[in-house]
C-alpha cells in the first residue's frame, strides 16, 4: 500500500528565505507527482505536477524536484513571503488502476513579515 | 479559469440526520472525485467517477454514503444517517482523465464543511 510522508509538519521562516518542503513515498511505481496548496478552510490549488519521466518541474519561485527510484520529491520556495504562507500537500499517482490520488498530510507553512 | 463549484460552503447537522453536498465539474471533465479530508491530515478517495460509471468507491462507507453521477456531470453524495466522525472537509475534484496512463492534473473545488453535533 502507496504511503506518502511528509516532513516537517510545520515551518516557520522570516520573510524572504529560500526554503525547501519533503515528500517521501514508499513505493516507486507511480505515474506522476503533485503539489498542492491548501489555504485554511479553502480547497487545494494545484501547483506543479511532475511525470515519472521528469526530474524537475519549474513555475515562477517554485521548483520541484522527483527522484522515482528513491521516494523522494522537494518542493523549492525561493525568496519566500507572506502570501506563500498556507499548507502544502504532496500526492502521488499509483501506476495501475484508476487515476486515484495519494495523500500526505501536508507541510503547514509560515513566512513572517 | 474555470472552476469546480461545490455547495453548500459550510454544513452543520445533527446526528442522525440526513445531508447532501452538490458539485459541479469544470465542464469537459469526464472524471470527478469526492475527497474527505479531516482536520489534520490528507484528503482521502471515497469515490471516483468516469463520466456517469463508478470506477473506485472501494473507500465509501456504503452503509451511511452514497454518490451519484446521473448525466455525468453534476453530482450528489448523500450521507444518511451522519455521525459525529463524519465531521470533515468534503472536496470534490475533476480532471480530464479517460482511462490508461495520462497525466491529467486535478483540479479541486472549495469544498463544503460539514459539522455533526
Known amino acids: 500500500k502507496q504511503e506518502v510522508t511528509q516532513i516537517p509538519a510545520a515551518l516557520s521562516v522570516p520573510e524572504g528565505e529560500n526554503l525547501v518542503l519533503n515528500c517521501s513515498f514508499t513505493?516507486?511505481?507511480?505515474?506522476?507527482l503533485q503539489w498542492f496548496r491548501q489555504d485554511p478552510g479553502k480547497g487545494l490549488t494545484s501547483l506543479l505536477l511532475?511525470?515519472?519521466?521528469?526530474r524537475e518541474q519549474t513555475s515562477g519561485r517554485l521548483n520541484a524536484s522527483l527522484d522515482k527510484s528513491s521516494g523522494r520529491s522537494t518542493l523549492y520556495i525561493a525568496a519566500s513571503q507572506p502570501g506563500d504562507s498556507a499548507t502544502y500537500l504532496c500526492a502521488v499517482r499509483p501506476q495501475g488502476g484508476s487515476e486515484k490520488l495519494v495523500f500526505g498530510k501536508g507541510t503547514k507553512l509560515t513566512v513572517n513579515p | 479559469e474555470a472552476e469546480v463549484a461545490q455547495s453548500p460552503r459550510y454544513k452543520i447537522t445533527e446526528k442522525s440526520q440526513a445531508v447532501a453536498f452538490w458539485c459541479d465539474p469544470i465542464s469537459g471533465h469526464a472524471t470527478l472525485y469526492w475527497y474527505r479530508q479531516i482536520l489534520g491530515q490528507g484528503p482521502e478517495l471515497l469515490v471516483q467517477?468516469?463520466?456517469?460509471?463508478?470506477?473506485?468507491d472501494s473507500q465509501l462507507p456504503k452503509d451511511r454514503f452514497s454518490a451519484e453521477r446521473l448525466k455525468g456531470v453534476d453530482s450528489t453524495l448523500k450521507i444518511q444517517p451522519a455521525e459525529l466522525g463524519d465531521s470533515a472537509m468534503y472536496l470534490c475534484?475533476?480532471?480530464?482523465?479517460?482511462?490508461?496512463?495520462?497525466?491529467?492534473?486535478?483540479?479541486f473545488g472549495n469544498g463544503t464543511r460539514l459539522t455533526v453535533t
Open positions: 475534484a475533476s480532471s480530464q482523465w479517460t482511462g490508461g496512463s495520462t497525466n491529467s492534473p486535478l483540479h
Open positions: 467517477f468516469q463520466d456517469e460509471s463508478v470506477v473506485d
Open positions: 513505493d516507486s511505481a507511480i505515474y506522476n
Open positions: 511532475i511525470q515519472s519521466s521528469q
